[in-house]
């Protein structure tokens, strides 16, 4: 192997060896589960309980990573900010019994207001948001990120949904069966978007959206 294809290859070789940490993280999480628990399994995954405070801070360092690299990587801020807001938003979700009883009107539908705050930003910016977002869609972090949405949102709702388990096990159905598949789906779900956003900002930062001739020429002559 020569001296440059061995250079070349230490970026894959740190990139495999953070799959295998993250790997590790998430068989770490669910073994350790019935460690933490009380006596009552009930309260441990119910509304407000040990676990979904868990997922909300997951969430939160999430878009707290994501917000970081907005600064980290100026030239990716539209992407970062538009992931940070859909974090954000996952995680005010999470609250939603709580911000029912203390916003009686709006309740739990205010963290909306993260989306539409993210949906102006990227508006007025449309044009590089869209070349963001593309250049985005192409690494192996959006990949970790999609596979983060599918396993929180549809694997988490229709495997944890009492109509589909009550299909197959009848007699044997416990309403509880149902909050801990949901629940163990959408925590494994958002630690994988904690990782993905870690290496969102790592990608952004390594490979930035390019700029095209216009931009190029505009900086040329704005430099001149």
Not at 62 to 89: E, K, M, Q, T, Y
Request: aromatic share 14%; net charge neutral; glycine share 4%.
């Amino acid at each position: 192997m020569s001296c440059t294809e061995e250079k070349n290859s230490i970026p894959h070789v740190v990139l495999l060896a953070r799959y295998i940490i993250y790997t590790a993280a998430v068989f770490l999480l669910f073994l350790s589960i019935p460690h933490w628990r009380n006596n009552n399994s009930i309260a441990f995954f119910k509304e407000n309980g040990c676990f979904e405070w868990l997922q909300f801070a997951m969430l939160c360092a999430s878009a707290a990573v994501l917000l970081a690299g907005r600064r980290i990587c100026p030239d990716s801020r539209h992407i970062l900010s538009l992931l940070a807001a859909i974090a954000a938003f996952a995680a005010g979700r999470e609250l939603d019994k709580i911000l029912d009883a203390l916003l009686p009107v709006l309740g739990w539908k205010v963290v909306f207001l993260f989306l539409v705050a993210a949906a102006v930003y990227c508006w007025n910016a449309r044009q590089d948001c869209i070349k963001q977002i593309l250049h985005f869609a192409g690494s192996y972090a959006f990949t970790m990120m999609w596979a983060a949405f599918i396993i929180a949102v549809p694997l988490a709702q229709l495997v944890g949904d009492g109509t589909f388990l009550y299909t197959f096990l009848q007699d044997d159905y416990n309403r509880l069966y149902k909050r801990i598949f949901e629940e163990a789906c959408e925590g494994a779900g958002y630690l994988l978007l904690f990782f993905a956003s870690l290496e969102s900002v790592l990608f952004l930062k390594q490979h930035p959206p390019k700029a095209n001739a216009a931009d190029s020429s505009v900086d040329s002559a704005a430099q001149d």
